[in-house]
């Protein structure tokens, strides 16, 4: 089992940058994929990206259109969402989550969650 935990969020501008970080413990972080969701009230936890076990792999939705890329520092056992040029509509509460099945979108295929850290982008 592992325990995850994010950090990171909080409000900026339209146009501005954040990373977010979500960092494990008390499991092999090595044998999970991690992912970041997204969820804003009354809707579902939406798919931002997922990066691979190793860190050489990542794979986004489209609608971020290059704006957002993840990586991953195997020694602190982290994994960071980096987010440039922020809009108002990615205003929400950002997950990571891990599993060990590979590159899955959707939520439920994970098993292991992050309490979420707001994101909020003022207009």
């Known amino acids: 089992q592992v325990l995850l935990v994010e950090s990171g969020g909080r409000l900026v501008q339209t146009g501005d940058s954040l990373r977010l970080s979500c960092t494990a413990s008390?499991?092999?972080?090595?044998?999970?994929?991690i992912g970041w969701f997204r969820q804003t009230p009354g809707n579902e936890r939406e798919f931002v990206g997922v990066i691979s076990r190793s860190g050489e792999m990542t794979r986004y939705a489209d609608f971020l259109a290059g704006r957002f890329r993840m990586y991953r520092d195997k020694r602190k056992k982290t994994v960071y969402l980096q987010m440039n040029s922020l809009k108002f509509e990615d205003t929400a509460v950002y997950y990571c989550a891990a599993t060990e099945q590979p590159w899955k979108e959707d939520s439920e295929q994970y098993n292991y969650w992050g309490q979420g850290t707001q994101v909020t982008v003022s207009s």
């Open positions: 008390g499991g092999t972080f090595s044998k999970y994929f």
